[in-house]
């Protein structure tokens, strides 16, 4: 018999309508999940913003107050989706209220933040997901089961990178994002966290990392209003400094003996969410590009020299794709990635243990996100505990 759960989103800002998004198109996708998803309430301080969501999605109710959702009875389940800063607090008290929480990464301003969160997750006995979606597509969950397996050999080297071009324009308005009382990280926080993710989840822990960072636009203009997901102009308007990196570089070294390189920016121009890998080992080597979600570039045999590749369409048989496409090579969308985190987010729910990304890979993530930053600091290579 399928259960009514109560959920709620806190933030409504892009994020928070592709959360609500996934909750109303899960059992769509996913019929026999034993837990109906309710939407119960949304809560935003910005005036409006509540209740146009409610009035479009279906909201029950609406709130300016987060804390009016951590009491609330009839919400079993929250979706962390506002600002970096208020990761930290709004999950601590959610947790310790009851509440189930998916929460997007990089979960606070450290990994400090993520281990309360974490802890909070684990004393309470609620069940807590992470927002690392790339790792939901069917060809990467696809290339890690050929590298677990072996069909590429043992991995000696591989390349990661996240570039945009969100901030490129210099009239990008100041918003929470690059202020590090805020927003913490830049494109640390923002890209590289899902590329760390990526990386470990393909390839294992890292024991150590040396990094390099800049900040390319060093000012902006503030806003004058409230902004969304970060891409608001604002030209002429009061101009402030950059805090945080727009750009990072890494060199990585995983307790495979592996080696990586990781790069990641947001001022990428002519760059429109390039997110990839490639992974190369012994006997072959694994390609992805999120542009071409799909598609899974794969070179594997015995040749070594002038060995070819070729392309895998992913297909009903890899990972999560058949519950949205009969057959391969029709599309999906970074949508359909988060849909796939909502199912497996109410999944854990149903069945009392973790199902995908936790809070002990947010834990990971942010650990190797500060390493960076001692790093490009310092100038020296760091551990990553």
């Known amino acids: 018999m399928v259960r009514t759960l109560g959920v709620a989103v806190v933030g409504f800002g892009w994020m928070g309508r592709v959360h609500t998004q996934a909750y109303a198109r899960v059992l769509h996708h996913f019929p026999h999940l034993a837990v109906r998803p309710e939407l119960v309430t949304v809560a935003e301080e910005v005036p409006g913003r509540a209740e146009e969501a409610a009035a479009q999605f279906g909201f029950a109710g609406t709130a300016r107050d987060w804390r009016d959702v951590a009491a609330d009875p009839c919400v079993h389940a929250v ?220 070179s594997r045999g015995t040749s070594y020299q002038d060995q070819p590749v070729s392309t895998l369409y992913v297909g009903p048989g890899h990972g999560e794709y058949g519950a949205f496409q009969p057959g391969a090579a029709n599309s999906m969308g970074y949508d359909d990635l988060k849909v796939i985190e909502a199912h497996r987010f109410l999944r854990s729910i149903v069945e009392g243990k973790p199902c995908g990304a936790t809070l002990a890979d947010a834990v990971h993530s942010a650990a190797a996100l500060d390493a960076m930053t001692r790093s490009a600091e310092r100038g020296t290579w760091e551990s990553v505990a």
């Not at 607090?89 to 993520?114: F, R, S």
């Not at 990586?260 to 920016?265: D, P, S, T, Y």
């Not at 429109?272 to 006997?283: A, C, L, R, S, V």
């Open 79 to 298: 979706s962390i989706t506002a600002p970096n800063f208020l990761h930290r607090e709004i999950g601590v008290a959610m947790a310790e209220a009851g509440k189930h929480i998916w929460i997007e990464k990089p979960v606070g301003l450290t990994a400090e933040d993520a281990r309360a969160v974490a802890d909070a997750v684990a004393k309470a006995g609620v069940q807590g997901a992470v927002g690392f979606n790339y790792r939901n597509a069917p060809a990467v969950e696809t290339a890690r089961d050929m590298i677990a397996a072996g069909q590429i050999g043992a991995v000696t080297h591989a390349r990661i990178r996240l570039f945009s071009d969100y901030a490129a324009h210099p009239e990008g308005a100041l918003t929470w994002r690059y202020e590090r009382e805020r927003g913490g990280s830049g494109v640390l926080g923002d890209l590289a966290s899902h590329g760390v993710d990526l990386a470990r989840f393909l390839l294992g822990d890292i024991e150590a990392l040396t990094a390099d960072s800049a900040v390319f636009v060093p000012e902006r203009a503030r806003p004058t209003g409230a902004t969304a997901a970060g891409h608001t102009r604002a030209a002429g308007g009061e101009m402030g400094p950059v805090e945080n990196e727009d750009y990072v570089s890494c060199l990585l070294r995983f307790t495979s003996g592996a080696r990586g390189v990781l790069e990641a920016c947001r001022v990428s121009v002519g760059e429109q969410n390039n997110y990839g890998f490639e992974i190369h080992g012994t006997k072959g080597a694994v390609f992805w590009d999120f542009r071409r979600m799909g598609e899974l570039g794969v």
